[in-house]
């Protein structure tokens, strides 16, 4: 980006000016993500686009992230704080995009959460382990990085094997995974 340019009377406005300090400093408006790309090419950082098939403002740093409307998510604000949900389980699952920046409370038994690529970037999901038995955190369909405790591969398992210990998952690329906490691999 550009930035603000002050011009003068008398000053050629030539089409490089046009497309920096006007066109790419614009809202601009795209029936969907496939016209953006093919409209914009390459993207600079800072740019506004507004997507009528979704109704949603993006802005590009390192990708088009949404900025409007604000994503919503199923916790709650009180006090000022924001109080994300979650869920509690007692046999197996496979996480989903809805478990995005919330929490797995592993109430009882021996069981796995396998964690797909269906969080976007920097996302997390937090799973606790409140059982006696031992809680396995395995990469699913889609994660081709998957790394914690000193270790990596998508065959790897990582394993909070001590009661009231907790581990965060969290997309640190695309496709990219990392399991931080109390685990052994």
Same mark, same amino acid.
């Given at each position: 980006m550009s930035g603000r340019k002050v011009f003068t009377a008398g000053e050629v406005l030539?089409?490089?000016?046009?497309?920096?300090f006007l066109m790419d400093q614009s809202v601009m408006v795209f029936s969907g993500s496939a016209a953006r790309a093919s409209g914009i090419g390459t993207a600079t950082e800072g740019?506004?686009?507004?997507?009528?098939?979704?109704?949603?403002?993006e802005v590009f740093t390192t990708y088009f992230e949404q900025v409007w409307p604000v994503t919503s998510f199923s916790g709650t604000i009180t006090g000022g704080q924001v109080q994300f949900?979650?869920?509690?389980?007692t046999a197996s699952m496979t996480a989903t995009a809805s478990l995005k920046n919330q929490?797995?409370?592993a109430a009882s038994g021996t069981l796995t959460v396998t964690v797909p690529d269906v969080l976007e970037l920097f996302d997390t999901i937090t799973i606790w382990r409140n059982s &006696?038995?031992? @809680? !396995?955190?395995? /990469? &699913?369909?889609? @994660? !081709?990085?998957? /790394?914690g405790a000193g270790t990596a591969g998508t065959a790897v398992q990582f394993y909070i094997d001590q009661q009231y210990n907790a581990a965060t998952v969290q997309k640190v690329a695309a496709?990219?995974?990392?399991?931080?906490g109390k685990i052994t691999a």
């Open positions: 030539t089409a490089s000016n046009v497309n920096d740019m506004l686009t507004y997507l009528t098939d979704t109704n949603t403002i949900g979650g869920t509690s389980i929490t797995i409370y &006696g038995g031992t @809680v !396995t955190i395995a /990469a &699913g369909s889609g @994660v !081709t990085d998957w /790394a496709n990219t995974y990392r399991v931080v």
